[in-house]
């Protein structure tokens, strides 16, 4: 075999097989088999879990993403290996690179409509789970999405301050507690608010995650399930104990829940108004937010 001439013009390479639809077929095979694995199997191991109906419709979400993404991912390695293994240079062999492919309307038309369903279809998804019932995530003082018997959703407030979480329940006399003890299969709204720096309420295995900001109140609903305890961790950097800025709640059955609160009602009766909120050192009223009063930092 003659070594390549630079002068002489390159030669297209001889080559009558259909790598196209061997890489086609390959990737619907491969696709076929993984893409219903990936769905039933690995979705449901990603976080958050089936701790709440939103949280459940968190892990739905992540189902369906990782689905759509296995088909390329598929693609990405069936090119990449049939690649390797078909066009590798042999040894002792001078590989010449085939003629540049310029405009080939089949593949740009392809990758344009392919790409652009697949984003829209995402973006008409992601929006439509979000809005189904407000996915668990603070909405601002005037959430849009509303879910069905918001009316009556339980509501606690979620006071966060350097460095601790404190839960207040508007329908026990505005009764605080460090403990976050919800009823099950219950409607909760939580008005997330904070005291002094910005925080971030995030109760991990019920699918909650809401900015608590001083002065604001955020809205964030969540449908309770079964029993459980969950985490919460401040997951907005707050300053030097940010890192201990975590404790866990309990979901119990509605009987347990009544049992609790008559027992936190008795055992702070005797410090009524309950609280020490820095807009009056003697007790704050309940409200919806709070500001540090003057200017100053809560404490
Ligand atoms: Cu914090």
């Not at 652009?116 to 601002?140: R, W």
């Not at 069905?148 to 207040?168: D, E, K, L, M, N």
């Not at 049992?259 to 309950?274: D, E, T, V």
């Amino acid at each position: 075999m003659a070594a390549a001439d630079p002068a002489a013009a390159p030669s297209q390479p001889e080559d009558s097989t259909s790598h196209g639809v061997r890489v086609v077929v390959a990737w619907l095979v491969l696709s076929a088999i993984a893409t219903p694995l990936v769905a039933i199997y690995v979705g449901p191991l990603i976080p958050p879990g089936n701790g709440s109906v939103e949280a459940q419709g968190q892990t739905f979400s992540n189902q369906v993403m990782t689905a759509l993404l296995t088909p390329v991912l598929c693609l990405m390695a069936v090119f990449f290996v049939y690649g390797l293994l078909q066009f590798h240079a042999k040894r002792n062999e001078v590989v010449l690179d085939g003629p540049p492919i310029r405009n080939d309307a089949r593949v740009q038309l392809l990758w344009i409509v392919i790409t652009t369903v697949m984003v829209l279809f995402l973006a008409g998804f992601g929006t439509y789970e979000l809005l189904k019932d407000g996915a668990g995530g603070g909405q601002g003082p005037n959430p849009i999405a509303l879910p069905a018997g918001h009316q009556s959703a339980y509501p606690v407030q979620v006071i966060a301050q350097q460095w601790a979480f404190t839960y207040r329940y508007p329908r026990l006399g505005g009764m605080e507690s460090n403990q976050l003890v919800l009823p099950t299969n219950t409607l909760v709204v939580f008005h997330v608010t904070s005291l002094d720096a910005v925080h971030s309420f995030w109760a991990y295995q019920l699918g909650v995650k809401a900015d608590a900001n001083p002065g604001v109140d955020n809205v964030a609903y969540v449908t309770t399930k079964g029993p459980l305890v969950f985490n919460v961790h401040c997951a907005e950097l707050c300053g030097l104990w940010h890192g201990y800025m975590f404790d866990n709640g309990r979901v119990v059955p509605q009987s347990q829940f009544n049992h609790w609160a008559a027992g936190a009602l008795a055992l702070y009766a005797s410090i009524k108004p309950f609280v020490n909120r820095p807009t009056d050192k003697g007790g704050a009223p309940f409200a919806y937010s709070y500001l540090p009063q003057p200017t100053g930092r809560a404490g």
